[in-house]
């Protein structure tokens, strides 16, 4: 019989060593997928604009000043799964609407409730075009925040009116005017019958329609699948909402609430 000879300490740790990478490779192996890897390796970016603000402990979101023990961002994404499930994929009256890429938008601009300094009664809604803010009044003295994004048309009228009707996936029926500085929106002219709903028609998952003194104002709130829009001002449309925003909106807002645009 031939005993083996011992390993040194070297040999001993080189063979350990070589044994846990072997180990850790099969467990990644087995347990990463390229989705999981992309998601978990995705780059994050800073943004200047929310250093120094407060976070809100209990969903990872900004606040506007110091509270309780919040702790002051880096300027990177907060991760909530309070807000990955608020923006994650929606199936909605047939049509599957992607996740939206929370991270990479200002958290200011996310769906929250926030104090009611308007003194506007329950039920109206608020368009603040200058802060990209849309504030539903509700009843308990407290509003729901959307961001939005403003286009020219968003601009071009402020006041007081109503939300004459509201429609789910509606048809895009650009002006004659538009299609007139556009001519290749001529096949969704009013004439032709507008884009058929769906997810890359510009009115999104949802549309409310504004009336003043019994007129249209061809002034909308709608949805819009460009996230990356919120926050801006872009170069046409009214106003606009992520679509899971657009579609908890439609839900609260009643036919002929009233709205104010300032």
Known sequence: MT??????????LTMSGLAAASAGLAGCASSMNTDRFRAETAPYFRNPALEGRFADPRYGAELE????D?????GLPPQSAYYAEMYGPKFDEGFNIPAVPYEQIDARFYRQEVDNTFGERPGTIIVDTGERFLYLILSNGSAMRYGVGIGREGFAWSGRGVIQWKQKW???????????????LAKY?????????GLDNPLGARAMYIFQN???????????????????????????LINQDVIDLYGRVRNGAPILVI
């Open 3 to 12: 005993l083996s000879k011992p390993l040194s300490r070297r040999q001993f």
């Open 65 to 68: 000043g110091p509270v309780g």
């Open 70 to 74: 919040g702790m002051t961002p880096s």
């Open 170 to 184: 509606p048809r895009w029926k650009p002006p004659n005017e538009m299609v007139a500085r556009q001519p290749h």
């Open 189 to 197: 002219s009013i004439a032709n019958g507008g884009m058929p709903p």
């Open 214 to 240: 019994g007129e249209d104002t061809l002034y909308r709130l709608h949805g819009s699948p460009e996230w990356q829009s919120i926050g801006k001002a872009v170069s046409s449309g009214c106003v606009r």
